[in-house]
């Protein structure tokens, strides 16, 4: 018989209120509620949005776009706020997450019914498990696999599409990781060679997750009636697309030209769910609908610096772009792996101009904006991130940028290819 918690008591007792932080980085999220439902590293700190839009005086009546949305920050932040927000995420999974958090204002009641209901009968399913994908064999104990493996059948059977079922599938996506004894690397990636000492048994993980989530959503009830924001699965580089009205601020962090693989990151709990079966079919699922940010984006794109260099939407920085990704051709033909830097390059600066042109596009007349971004130095070639992407929204009409230095970049990893120093920090872009 499983152990009889009680989904109403949190394990875990947070400061809840609105903090002071202006960190940029996503770990204050980690003890804030909703934005702790799910880990996502690639993201920013929700008391840093807050003081932003309390900075710029957003009041209720504006709209707030965040079109690299992620697991949905801006949209929480302005929900807490209750201010319109509009959110727009190309990774399908990590859009799920995100969509699952804005039903925050389910009937709790409601939730936990369908979230007991889950966990009695995967304890009563008997059936054995079917044949899993190595890397998720390889990142569990037995025990531990055959109790995800009837969370996840209970609930694929009770699913009826509804807020609460979906919450219900974050919950089970969020324990994943607490209760694999893979090893994480930097920005998710798991290892399923590297064993870790923390590990949660899946009955107490699942328990715990649901408690959490319902005390957040007790607590976010108490402070909002509904949520104000509209998602979208889709593309930043169509952002009109979406949007019927315009906007009058802009949060965002695109994703960085620094070769993550964003498509990869969530690999794992792809695999788990049966989305995916295997590293290769990630690109035609995820990879080829994100703005190109990787070697093996471009690579697997056949993409030509020619074609590139050729785009019109790269005129404002070309003579400099083209300089640089001379020289990646060059230094590509003296490494072994051959990584398509050479081509990464400049398609992520077309993709990312396509961006700020729909951005004019849908941002009222004296509209602000604020990028969070890193630089880049593929090869050990530096790439000045910041001041191009600065000149191409001057480029599309936005009238000024400047740049806010907040860390150093690439200075805690053993494994650095090169010793060129890296900055993240704030674009502020305004117009």
């Known amino acids: ?86 959110s727009i995420e190309a990774h399908p999974v990590v859009s799920r997450i995100l969509r699952s958090k804005l039903t ?29 994908p190595s890397l998720i064999v390889r990142s569990f104990t037995p025990s531990a696999l055959e109790k995800l493996h009837h969370l ?34 930097q920005w998710q990636y798991i290892l399923p060679n590297k064993s870790k000492r923390n590990v949660l048994d899946p009955e107490v993980a699942y ?56 498509a990869d990151s969530l690999r794992f709990e792809m695999t788990f769910w049966g989305d995916v079966a295997s590293w290769a079919e990630i690109h035609d699922r995820v990879r080829r609908f994100l703005i190109v940010s990787s070697s093996q984006h471009s690579s697997k794109e056949r993409l030509r610096e020619q074609d590139l260099l050729a785009s019109p939407e790269v005129d404002p920085i070309r003579p400099e772009l083209s300089s640089i990704v001379g020289q990646l051709a060059e230094i590509r033909e003296t490494k072994g792996g051959k990584k398509h830097y050479h081509t990464m390059i400049p398609a992520y600066f077309r993709d990312i101009a396509r961006v700020m042109h729909e951005l004019r596009d849908v941002c009222r007349d004296g509209s602000r904006m604020c990028w969070v971004i890193g630089d880049s130095a593929p090869y050990g070639v530096y790439c000045p ?6 000149d191409l929204a001057l480029a599309v009409g936005f009238k000024t940028w400047r740049f806010e230095k907040l860390r150093d970049r690439n200075i805690k990893w053993k494994n650095r290819k090169h010793k060129v120093p890296l900055k993240e920090g704030l674009l502020w872009i305004e117009g």
């Open 207 to 262: 328990h715990q997750q649901i408690a959490v989530m319902a005390e957040d959503m007790r607590w976010m009830q108490t402070r909002s009636t509904c949520s104000l924001a509209e998602s979208y699965l889709g593309d930043a580089r169509s952002v009109t697309k979406y949007l019927s009205d315009p906007v009058d601020a802009v949060i965002t962090s695109p994703p960085y030209a620094n070769n993550y693989d964003y």
């Open 104 to 132: 925050w204002q389910t009937p709790v009641d409601e939730f936990l019914r369908l979230a007991r209901s889950v966990w009695e009968s995967s304890d009563q399913d008997s059936r054995s498990i079917p044949e899993y």
């Open 385 to 390: 991130v910041d001041r191009w992407i600065g």
């Open 152 to 185: 996840r059948a209970s609930w694929i059977a009770r699913n009826d599409f509804s807020p609460s079922s979906e919450l219900v599938w974050l919950a089970i996506t969020a324990i994943l990781r607490p209760c694999s004894i893979a090893g994480t690397a």
């Open 1 to 86: 018989m499983p152990t009889q918690l009680n989904l109403f008591e949190a394990p875990t007792r947070i400061s809840l209120e609105r903090g002071q932080s202006s960190d940029g980085t996503f770990v204050p999220n980690l003890s804030l509620p909703i934005h702790r439902w799910f880990r996502y590293s690639a993201g920013f700190s929700a008391q840093w949005v807050d003081q932003v839009l309390d900075r710029w005086g957003v009041s209720d009546r504006q709209v707030v776009l965040d079109p690299f949305a992620g697991s949905g920050t801006v949209s929480i932040v302005c929900d807490q706020r209750r201010a319109h927000s509009i």
